[in-house]
């Protein structure tokens, strides 16, 4: 083989591997969130707008400031706040947790556009990216392994969430709250606090699950920056039991589906794009048709959860 | 939970702050309870306006000018009056997706989904018979839209009936696996090679167009969205099936102590709620855009679950509740011209109120000007 580039159809597989690392990163940070604010006994389905928010907070602040990593900082404290008035609004008495997260949703998504009007011209700068590739010289492989640091830090985030809802005095009392509010009562904790707190870190990991989109891939500020990808990571906690080691492979797995389309086409196959881009979302709901069960609640589910009561 | 239920004497009355200032005449506290679900959504409306004045204020432009231009471009003049009702027609339709499974507790959001279904299937039906007569094409379309429609999100509740999928997630899901199937669609297999720049299906023809109400430029989608809406309003509470239906939102074990087949209901009422937002599609098609693309995911199936929940999921409520959204959607065309405000202005005002309405849902109850004198 003379060209090394030309690698025929294995450009298909690589392109699906080195977009599951792309593509899963906001998957995995904004599951990673929502996995310990559920633990906590509550859901936030706000989290696309909160996604969204950290994805225009992320790409501005980066643009003003030119440091994209002070950018991934605002991303996560926008989404930080957007979680703060999720938990405030729902810790109202009588107030229904999965309803203020669709307001939340629409909300977050409408500020975001309208914030984010001056931003769609300029170009920001963007995350670096480190190249694990540089040992070959095919460039499809080199692209697939061009690994963002953003994805690294998602990695090593999963197995230390998992410690520390396991082993520290934290993951022990947010395990309560999800399991019982009335023995974190007893035990002399504000259920409500620790929601506030459990959902404000799954908003600050969202929003920088946002920021990755808009500051390294795709790449760039735009209304269709996010179709969904916030609303299929809360189904992924549902089919990752509310494990974060699991919600690092449903992540992969999400981010291999997702990359599909785009890597069809890439070889000239675009008959039916569209429906290949539409394939985490199907691979969503079989999964969960596949796992869920109208008899019994699932095993690992948070006992105070709303959504699996 | 209703304030009405009335404490008895010589409970000891707890006072709440404002609602000592505002105590109403005494004849008052008999509707106090109905009045309740009047007063609660109108005073959360009233704050996000208040907010959203402050938070373009924020931005220089005159809050003041903001109500002006609201009012003028939502029911100012006969124009926009119609332009109101013209979106409001989809908006009731759309709401009555979420009000209805709202009956037997499940929060359903996939009005938009169910919207492009039914407007998919319902330009098919009209591509079908080119020869046909008018009025036979718009029922076909009308029968064909429905039926998408409620299929799809029976679907979503087959899915919670049978295999305990939460129907939130699993019809939010079906949106985007719709707006897929749309785009699919529009740009393959039923692409109108004409359609360069936008790629559409082919027209469904002037002939088949359906008009406005005499008189209006409002077309008859408005008023089919009243008799749905009316409909449904003696279906949940004037029938025995809308009764069982609320048996069982209110108390599933109950209800099947009592005999009543959930599945069915959830199943029948599922479909039904489709099938209103598959209607909505139906008329975006036949009386706005004349065939199918992806102009038809504007969000009316989003505002829906708005005026949804503002409506407090009453069918009947959810008419004026969609007239009051409409014109904010109609007025943006205005905010955006006078006062330069962003498009996405008219989103941040629906989430706001959305936001500030479920809220208010803890005062419910709790307000002192609700409760009988001396209870």
């Known amino acids: 083989m003379a060209d090394p580039g030309n690698i025929g159809l294995w450009t298909v597989p690589l392109a699906v591997l080195g977009g599951a690392v792309r593509v899963s990163t906001p998957f995995l940070f904004v599951s990673l969130g929502e996995c310990i604010t559920e633990r906590s006994g509550r859901i936030n389905l706000g989290l696309e707008g909160t996604l969204v928010m950290g994805a225009m907070a992320g790409y501005g602040i980066s643009y003003l400031t030119g440091s994209p990593w002070v950018g991934v900082l605002a991303a996560g404290v926008t989404g930080a706040g957007m979680g703060a008035l999720h938990a405030g609004i729902c810790g109202l008495p009588r107030v229904n947790d999965i309803a203020v997260g669709i307001a939340l949703m629409l909300f977050g998504v409408g500020l975001a556009f309208y914030l984010g009007k001056p931003l769609i011209e300029p170009t920001a700068p963007r995350l670096p990216a480190i190249d694990f590739g540089w040992w070959s010289d095919i460039p499809q492989l080199r692209a697939a392994l061009r690994i963002n640091v953003l994805f690294i830090i998602g990695v090593l985030l999963a197995p230390v969430l998992v410690w520390a809802l396991r082993t520290t005095r934290w993951g022990l009392i947010i395990r309560t709250a999800g399991e019982s509010s009335d023995a974190a009562l007893a035990m002399g904790y504000s259920v409500n606090f620790i929601r506030l707190r459990a959902t404000m870190f799954g908003g600050f990991l969202a929003g920088i699950g946002g920021s990755f989109l808009s500051l390294y891939y795709p790449g760039s500020w735009n209304e269709g920056l996010s179709s969904g990808q916030g609303i299929t990571a809360v189904a992924l906690v549902i089919f990752a039991r509310w494990n974060p080691m699991l919600c690092l492979a449903a992540s992969l797995l999400f981010g291999g589906a997702a990359a599909l389309g785009p890597a069809l086409q890439s070889v000239g196959y675009s008959h039916g794009y569209h429906l290949f881009n539409a394939a985490p979302y199907i691979l969503t709901l079989l999964i969960m048709i596949a796992t869920c069960s109208p008899k019994r609640t699932l095993i690992g589910a948070p006992a105070e959860l709303s959504i699996t009561r | 939970m209703k304030a009405d239920v009335g404490a008895p004497i010589g409970t000891p009355v707890v006072k709440s702050g404002a609602g000592e200032f505002l105590r109403l005449p005494p004849f008052t506290a008999k509707i ?140 939010l899901l079906l949106v985007y696996i719709a707006l897929a199937i749309l785009n699919f669609l529009v740009e393959g297999p039923m692409r109108d090679p004409t359609s360069l720049n936008k790629p559409s299906t082919p027209e469904i023809g002037a002939a088949n167009m359906i008009g406005s109400i005499p008189g209006t430029d409002v077309h008859w989608g408005f008023m089919f969205g009243i008799i749905a809406a009316v409909l449904s309003y003696i279906l949940i509470y004037h029938t025995v099936f809308g009764f069982a239906a609320r048996v069982a939102g209110g108390n599933l074990r109950a209800a099947r102590v009592v005999g009543l087949s959930v599945g069915k209901l959830i199943l029948i009422v599922c479909f039904l709620a489709g099938a209103a937002a598959g209607l909505a599609g139906m008329f975006e098609v036949a009386a706005v855009q004349g065939r199918a693309n992806a102009n038809l995911a504007a969000g009316y199936g989003f505002a829906g679950i708005l005026v949804a929940f503002l409506a407090r999921q009453n069918p009947l409520a959810v008419i004026p509740v969609a007239i009051l959204l409409g014109g904010i959607g109609a007025s943006g065309g205005l905010l955006q011209r006078r006062l330069g405000l962003p498009d996405a202005s008219v989103l941040v005002l629906e989430g706001v109120i959305f936001v500030m309405v479920l809220a208010s849902d803890t005062l419910y109850g709790r307000l002192s000007i609700f409760r009988a004198k001396g209870a």
């Open chain 2, 32 to 171: 106090g309870g109905a009045a309740e679900y009047v007063v609660i959504p109108a005073g959360a409306l009233l704050a996000s306006l208040l907010l959203f004045g402050i938070f373009v204020a924020l931005f220089g432009k005159n809050p003041l000018d903001l109500y002006f231009y609201m009012y003028q471009g939502a029911f100012g003049t006969w124009f926009s009056w119609q332009n109101t009702l013209t979106r409001a027609a989809p908006l009731i339709l759309t709401a009555l997706c979420t009000a209805l499974p709202a009956q037997l507790g499940m929060v359903i959001i996939g009005g938009e989904g169910a919207l492009l279904i039914g407007a998919l299937c319902a330009t098919s039906a009209a591509l079908a018979m080119p020869a046909a007569p008018p009025l036979v094409v718009d029922i076909a379309m009308a029968i064909a839209g429905m039926i998408g429609g409620g299929l799809w999100i029976m679907l979503s509740g087959a899915l919670r009936q049978y295999r305990g999928v939460n129907e939130t997630i699993s019809s």
